[in-house]
């Protein structure tokens, strides 16, 4: 896409109002001081510090003064009523690039003034042009408004870039060559696309300046300072501490299908006439693994992962939470590929219609997106209560598969135990995993945690080493959920019988 050739076109067009949301000013102004020689149109700039001046060169310090006095003079008032004023009574038009002007779009003198100056912009030729982090644009202006959107680097341009950083670090340091490998190269450039080419050269240099290499252990360290420059608003939270599947016990029909999609979704093979895959539901008793294999789908397949928390969506100004939601789609379209962990989703897109129909409206924008998304985002949902979802959601189409998380078998409860006990450093003791599987039917993976964790206290407070009895004397104490809601999950496992695939 060439951005100069574009804006060329909208100010051809006497747009009277332009809106460039951008954090790049310096390649705004140098897009628009190359424009004005080729419209031969004269371009000045506002800011709160220094006013209303012309501009003849590029440089984003205050412009030289015109050498041939043929551009209109203007003094420097700062506020920006007063700049406008200036702007409407000129004699001759020209391009105007205000800067930093989202804080006045709220006061009544500076829209009507826009307007007066759009009304008047076909004889005058004026073209305003206004440039901030964020624009919202009053509902009076709409019409006399147009936005330009400046395109992001491509895959081609990144690596570009990365190579000039790579040259920049070798003669510093007289010679010595960047280390990398293809695989850690390509996930580098991933891991920066949709980003600027300003910002991704930041944190470009950054990682080889580290080390002098750019491996995969950069990588987390990147997807986190992505977040960080994307996320302004607090929709997603970016997980560091996700996992592996030999971290997660049983779940072997999950796992399969998994390994079985991986290499399709980042891209390291293509299968035509197959489309890469969406993403699953994992619906199941509370406390079943369903987190902990979120998790390990953005461990194992080297992916960041995003949690969407609607808690943190929902506004009580119309329209709000619908607008939340839609941001932080676009925050995990921008950091993918990766993994977008929607947990507990039956809260956020329930069918209740005690909220003024927000949820249904949650809902739209959420289905909406699912099915035009072009961006690799692989979905994985996470629910505990079925009948809350709504059908058109739970449908084939919308994710690839809906896995149930029943409770553990005897061989996944063992595993269990020894993941446990292993994260604890208590592998080499004496404890007979059998015994301990076979006495906790019932129970679930966070429940087989919390006996652990109760018998190593119980071990500490009387100064013995964990053992088997220990142990079962914890178990014993322990009312698991499927005794305490007996009724409750037989009737989910019942209705997952035939409508889902089992995860293990």
């Given at each position: 896409m060439n951005d100069i050739h574009d804006l060329e076109l909208v100010l051809r067009s006497h747009i009277p109002i332009v809106v460039v949301e951008s954090q790049e000013e310096r390649r705004v102004m140098d897009m628009l001081s190359r424009l004005r020689l080729t419209l031969g149109r004269q371009l000045y700039r506002w800011t709160v510090t220094d006013g209303l001046l012309p501009v003849f060169h590029v440089d984003m310090a205050p412009p030289i003064p015109d050498p041939e006095g043929k551009a209109a003079r203007f003094t420097e008032p700062a506020r920006a009523a007063d700049a406008l004023a200036q702007i409407k009574s000129a004699t001759r038009g020209g391009i105007y690039l205000l800067l930093d002007f989202h804080p006045y779009?709220?006061?009544?003198?500076?829209?009507?003034?826009?307007?007066?100056?759009?009304?008047?912009?076909?004889?005058?030729?004026?073209?305003?042009?206004?440039?901030?982090?964020?624009?919202?644009?009053?509902?009076?202006?709409?019409?006399?408004?147009?936005?330009?959107?400046?395109?992001?680097?491509?895959?081609?341009?990144?690596?570009?870039?990365i190579r000039e950083e790579a040259k920049r670090w070798s003669r510093a340091q007289h010679g010595r060559?960047?280390?990398?490998?293809?695989?850690?190269?390509?996930?580098?450039?991933?891991?920066?696309?949709?980003?600027?080419?300003?910002?991704?050269?930041?944190?470009?240099?950054?990682?080889?300046?580290?080390?002098?290499?750019?491996?995969?252990?950069?990588?987390?360290?990147?997807?986190?300072?992505?977040?960080?420059?994307?996320?302004?608003?607090?929709?997603?939270?970016?997980?560091?501490?996700?996992?592996?599947?030999?971290?997660?016990?049983?779940?072997?029909?999950?796992?399969?299908?998994?390994?079985q999609r991986r290499a399709t979704f980042v891209g390291e093979i293509e299968t035509p006439g197959v489309d890469p895959p969406k993403g699953i539901m994992l619906l199941g008793v509370q406390g079943g693994g369903k987190s902990l294999a979120a998790k390990a789908v953005a461990g194992t397949w080297c992916l960041p992962l995003l949690r969407l928390d609607f808690g943190t969506l929902y506004n009580k100004y119309f329209g709000e939470t619908e607008r939340n939601l839609r941001r932080s789609l676009q925050i995990a379209e921008a950091m993918s590929p990766c993994v977008l962990w929607i947990d507990e989703l039956e809260k956020g897109v329930s069918q209740a219609d005690h909220d003024g129909g927000t949820s249904r409206r949650v809902l739209g924008t959420l289905l909406t997106w699912m099915a035009e998304r072009r961006k690799p985002v692989f979905i994985v949902a996470?629910?505990?209560?079925?009948?809350?979802?709504?059908?058109?959601?739970?449908?084939?189409?919308?994710?690839?598969?809906?896995?149930?998380?029943?409770?553990?078998?005897?061989?996944?409860?063992?595993?269990?135990?020894?993941?446990?006990?292993?994260?604890?450093?208590?592998?080499?003791?004496?404890?007979?995993?059998?015994?301990?599987?076979?006495?906790?039917?019932?129970?679930?993976?966070?429940?087989?945690?919390?006996?652990?964790?109760?018998?190593?206290?119980?071990?500490?407070?009387?100064?013995?080493?964990?053992?088997?009895?220990?142990?079962?004397?914890?178990?014993?104490?322990?009312?698991?959920?499927?005794?305490?809601?007996?009724?409750?999950?037989?009737?989910?496992?019942?209705?997952?019988?035939?409508?889902?695939?089992?995860?293990?």
């Open positions: 779009l709220d006061d009544p003198v500076t829209i009507r003034l826009l307007k007066e100056i759009a009304y008047a912009s076909e004889s005058t030729d004026t073209t305003v042009v206004l440039l901030s982090h964020e624009l919202r644009i009053p509902i009076e202006l709409d019409h006399l408004t147009v936005s330009f959107r400046l395109s992001l680097p491509s895959r081609e341009r990144l690596i570009e870039m060559r960047v280390k990398t490998d293809n695989v850690s190269l390509d996930m580098m450039v991933r891991y920066l696309s949709g980003l600027t080419l300003a910002d991704a050269r930041r944190l470009v240099r950054k990682a080889i300046q580290h080390d002098g290499a750019i491996t995969q252990d950069d990588l987390p360290a990147v997807a986190q300072a992505k977040y960080d420059l994307l996320n302004k608003e607090g929709g997603l939270s970016f997980e560091q501490e996700t996992a592996e599947f030999s971290d997660v016990g049983g779940l072997e029909s999950l796992k399969r299908w998994l390994r996470t629910a505990n209560e079925i009948q809350d979802l709504p059908p058109e959601l739970v449908r084939k189409g919308r994710l690839d598969e809906i896995f149930f998380v029943d409770l553990p078998d005897q061989d996944t409860r063992a595993q269990i135990f020894a993941i446990h006990l292993r994260k604890r450093g208590q592998e080499g003791g004496e404890v007979d995993l059998a015994r301990l599987a076979d006495a906790t039917e019932g129970f679930t993976g966070a429940e087989i945690e919390q006996v652990v964790i109760g018998a190593l206290f119980t071990a500490q407070a009387e100064g013995r080493h964990l053992d088997t009895e220990l142990l079962l004397a914890e178990v014993n104490r322990t009312r698991p959920l499927s005794v305490v809601m007996a009724e409750r999950i037989g009737q989910l496992r019942a209705w997952a019988a035939h409508r889902t695939v089992p995860a293990n």
